[in-house]
């Protein structure tokens, strides 16, 4: 059974750091290219961050930038994403998720993206 159980969200100051885990179950993690998305309230999903299957390529979302870190432990079974300088504008639901994938590809599009989590909450205050 495939899981994917984030964590580390939470609310934090405008400037502030945060560091979201992706925990992953039941598939060959290190098939898998990653990603993390965020959906805020009343919008769309949108990619924030991918990451090649050996973490050799990465792919970021141009409003995170300079600001944004994913990284991935295959031995662990994990994807990060480290978070800084954050903006009342990244006030989201933030998702990781994975997508079967052959060679080193990023992918950034939700909706060919083979397993989600459920989710966790990053608010920032003003």
């Known amino acids: 059974q495939v899981h994917l159980v984030e964590s580390g969200g939470g609310l934090v100051q405008a400037g502030g750091s945060l560091r979201l885990s992706c925990a992953a179950s039941?598939?060959?993690?290190?098939?898998?290219?990653m990603g993390w998305f965020r959906q805020a309230p009343g919008k769309e999903r949108d990619f924030v961050a991918g990451i090649s299957r050996s973490g050799g390529n990465t792919y970021y979302a141009d409003s995170v930038k300079g600001r944004f870190t994913i990284s991935r432990d295959n031995a662990k079974n994990t994807v990060y994403l480290e978070i800084h300088s954050l903006k009342p504008e990244d006030t989201a639901v933030y998702y990781c998720a994975a997508d079967y994938v052959l060679g080193e590809l990023v992918t950034h599009t939700p909706n060919i993206q083979d397993y989600w989590g459920q989710g966790t909450q990053v608010t920032v205050s003003s």
């Open positions: 039941g598939f060959i993690f290190s098939n898998y290219a």
